[in-house]
């Protein structure tokens, strides 16, 4: 790994949506900020429009905008972002599929799987269930990292007076409840066969990344519902501050919580979701969550990604000698 490190020495171009925030996602940020933190230099392109018109516009941007700037290694994250840059003759590019790229819907499944087999070099999904589904055999499983300094155990009763939280058991949903994906109407269902709990659900959304570690130490329990997921950071960084999870069984959650005592993986049916959430809460709140995510923070997945950077700029330097 280190020896990989050192011999990379460019910086890196990461390409992504602003459509929706107007800046990349926190993950892509968070990915960003582990790379610079072991000297990488990383700038970004931002898609900055919607819809087709919009990523072909980013397209003729993009490529006058590689033909006045050099970089080593472009990353693209999701799939629609890493097909533009395709087209804008970004190379040698590194492809992040995120989740929704690969589950979500057929027409896009079918495009990044054509450009997974013939057109990427390198190829980034998050997790095994994803790999399965893209049938991409050269992709690589690397998960977004944990910064394990940020997240961490704060005293609960700090945490509540600091955010102002009630006394009542909390259970924290971390999502935008507009997004179809996350099914904000199990968790509510849910929640009302728990009337007899005095739980209270809180649904937040759009939080600075450093205050989330306040948000789920403040938690008894961090749920989750989605439909599908890649590898929900949501999960990796509750358990960082031994903060319990229950979730529906989507992307590597059966992986990150297996020997962790205290959690629950349960279908997506309220009455089911319902009675992990007492199980969780007759457990208590002192799980071990942290000791399992080794190898999942943020420096040795930054370590993982220089490497496949490295691998595919060698390739591509290969390429045009020969």
């Known amino acids: 790994m280190d020896r990989g490190i050192s011999f990379f020495t ?20 968070e990915q960003a ?44 994250h999701y799939g629609l972002s890493a097909i533009m840059a395709s087209l804008a003759g970004a190379r040698p590019l590194v ?23 013939y057109v990427w070099p390198g190829v980034i999904v998050k997790s095994q269930q994803m790999a399965k589904r893209l049938g991409a055999g050269h992709a690589k499983v690397i998960p977004n990292g ?18 102002g939280f009630s006394g009542q058991r909390i259970i924290l949903w971390p999502a935008n409840p507009r997004r179809e994906v996350k099914n904000i109407d199990l968790a509510k269902k849910a929640m009302a066969l728990l009337k007899d709990q005095q ?4 649904i937040i959304s759009d939080i600075p990344t450093e205050l989330m570690p306040w948000y789920y130490n403040a938690a008894d329990l961090v749920l989750l519902t989605s439909l599908w997921e ?21 992307g590597d959650v059966s992986e990150l919580l297996t020997g962790v005592e205290g959690c629950e993986i349960c279908v997506p049916e309220p009455e089911c979701v319902a009675e992990a959430i007492k199980k969780v809460f007759h457990f208590g709140t002192g ?14 997945i930054s370590r993982r990604l220089v490497e496949e950077y490295l691998a595919v700029s060698l390739a591509g330097n290969r390429n045009r000698l020969k």
């Open 10 to 29: 460019g910086n890196v171009l990461f390409v992504c949506s602003a459509a929706r925030k107007g800046r990349c996602t926190e993950a892509i940020t």
């Open 230 to 250: 890649g590898s929900p950071n949501v999960v990796k960084e509750a358990l960082a501050c031994n903060t319990p999870v229950v979730t529906t069984p989507v």
């Open 287 to 300: 799980i071990n969550g942290r000791v399992h995510l080794a190898g999942l923070d943020i420096d040795s």
């Open 33 to 76: 900020r582990g790379l610079q933190n072991m000297g990488v230099e990383v700038s970004f392109f931002l898609v900055e429009e919607r819809g087709v018109s919009g990523y072909l516009k980013g397209a003729f941007r993009l490529r006058r905008f590689l033909k006045d700037n050099h970089f080593e290694v472009i990353h693209a």
């Open 95 to 117: 492809v992040s599929l995120m989740g929704s790229d690969v589950f979500g819907s057929w027409w896009l499944l079918g495009l990044v799987r054509f450009f997974s087999a």
């Open 199 to 202: 739980v209270e659900l809180k």
């Open 146 to 163: 944990v910064d394990m300094t940020l997240f961490r155990d704060i005293s609960r009763e700090e945490a509540r007076i600091k955010l």
